[in-house]
């Protein structure tokens, strides 16, 4: 079972294995956690996603898959790029959110990464509800079976964040 912790502050500051990116389907950075992730690590990281660019994802990286990158000059080893779907009313894409994390997860372990960090997935111009957001993630962190991953930490960008990851774990621990 994977260790889930929550914290409050900057994703690009954590020492970890892998930094998981809510990246954009270019892979080319952007704004949010992805630019902060692109300017923290360098170029180095903006190349690599060229090659994946360029072989694996011609037409960019599908919303709920993963992909992994050197992690530059951020203190990770790794960064994990994933595509989060932008929230709508109108159709449930909880499915594709879920996918996010257990991706993220999948390349994880893969990689040999014993740590991995998350930012709230979708919940920024992707305008996902936190405290929806915050279930769905911590539920397939939780359910998600990973062979290598021990700690997941949740690092939320905010009081508020912060606020609706912890009281949705605490509804999800109390389910058990």
């Not at 912790?5 to 270019?26: P, R």
């Not at 990770?76 to 159709?91: I, M």
């Not at 959110?97 to 994880?108: G, H, K, Q, T």
Request: proline share 3%; hydrophobic share 40%.
């Amino acid at each position: 079972m994977t260790n889930i912790t929550l914290s409050m502050g900057d994703i690009t500051d954590q020492t970890v294995d892998a930094v998981v990116n809510a990246a954009n389907s270019s892979l080319l950075g952007g704004g949010g956690v992805d630019g902060a992730i692109h300017r923290g690590g360098g170029p180095e990281i903006l190349q690599e996603c060229r090659t994946l660019r360029a072989s694996r994802y011609e037409d960019g990286l599908p919303a709920g898959q993963a992909a992994a990158t050197t992690a530059g000059r951020l203190p990770a080893r790794w960064v994990v790029h994933t595509v989060g779907p932008v929230w709508s009313d109108s159709e449930d894409r909880s499915e594709t959110l879920a996918s996010c994390y257990r991706e993220s997860l999948r390349v994880a372990d893969e990689l040999g990464a014993r740590t991995v960090a998350f930012p709230a997935i979708s919940t920024g111009v992707y305008r996902w509800p936190l405290e929806d957001a915050a279930r769905i993630a911590l539920s397939a962190v939780r359910d998600a079976k990973t062979t290598v991953v021990t700690e997941a930490r949740f690092v939320l960008f905010g009081r508020e964040a912060y606020d609706a990851f912890a009281t949705a774990w605490d509804a999800l621990r109390e389910e058990r």
